[in-house]
T-cell receptor
């Protein structure tokens, strides 16, 4: 079975540009998470979806960040406009059920904003 | 404040040696404690999940312990291999989707 799929794997963009990160969770998993990882802050939960509905977006840094899950097999995280401090590795993870189970992580997208 | 602290921050050992990584937490409520392994350039992968009543849990050469009274956990790696070089992250669940992540211990295995 394919694991969590993320694209692109690497993204380099200039400050002010729009960035869209994509995630395909494991088939049958009801819960999806977006995380950001930096050396300074470690792993931070940005947003949690259950059955395609955003349950907790309290970790989204500011209005420049938005996330959608239009169906059970696809989610996007958008940053508009991007800033250098957004540079990080963004992970998507999924789990079956209500979100409390083992989380399966994708390979991540390394974002660099210059 | 809900916190997970790990020590040491980094560790270098020779291949074949054993090592133990530590995790102290102040998280309430407590649901379970997890150890993840994160290879460079990859997402974290779950090693173990331990509930309140479990003291020890093994996964191959990895053995995790949990002392819920002192709020401490350890991850012991036996007969280390070069492939064990990674970051090891301790995570405490408050229940449901709420996880408190530690900063991780970076382990380097030298031949």
């Amino acid at each position: 079975d394919a694991g969590v799929i993320q694209s692109p794997r690497h993204e380099v963009t200039e400050m002010g540009q729009e960035v869209t990160l994509r995630c395909k969770p494991i088939s049958g998993h009801n819960s999806l998470f977006w995380y950001r990882q930096t050396m300074m802050r470690g792993l931070e939960l940005l947003i949690y979806f259950n059955n395609n509905v955003p349950i907790d977006d309290s970790g989204m840094p500011e209005d420049r960040f938005s996330a959608k899950m239009p169906n059970a097999s696809f989610s996007t995280l958008k940053i508009q406009p991007s800033e250098p401090r957004d540079s990080a590795v963004y992970f998507c993870a999924s789990t079956p059920g209500g979100g409390g189970g083992e989380q399966y992580f994708g390979p991540g997208t390394r974002l660099t904003v210059t | 404040k809900n916190q997970v602290e790990q020590s040491p921050q980094s560790l270098i050992i020779l291949e074949g040696k054993n090592c133990t990584l530590q995790c102290n937490y102040t998280v309430s409520p407590f649901s379970n404690l997890r150890w993840y392994k994160q290879d460079t350039g990859r997402g974290p992968v779950s090693l173990t999940i331990m509930t309140f009543s479990e003291n020890t849990k093994s996964n191959g050469r990895y053995t995790a312990t949990l002392d819920a009274d002192t709020k401490q956990s350890s991850l012991h790696i036996t007969a280390s291999q070069l492939s064990d070089s990674a970051s090891y992250i301790c995570v405490v669940s408050r229940g449901g989707y709420q996880l408190i992540w530690g900063a991780g211990t970076k382990l380097i295995i030298k031949p």
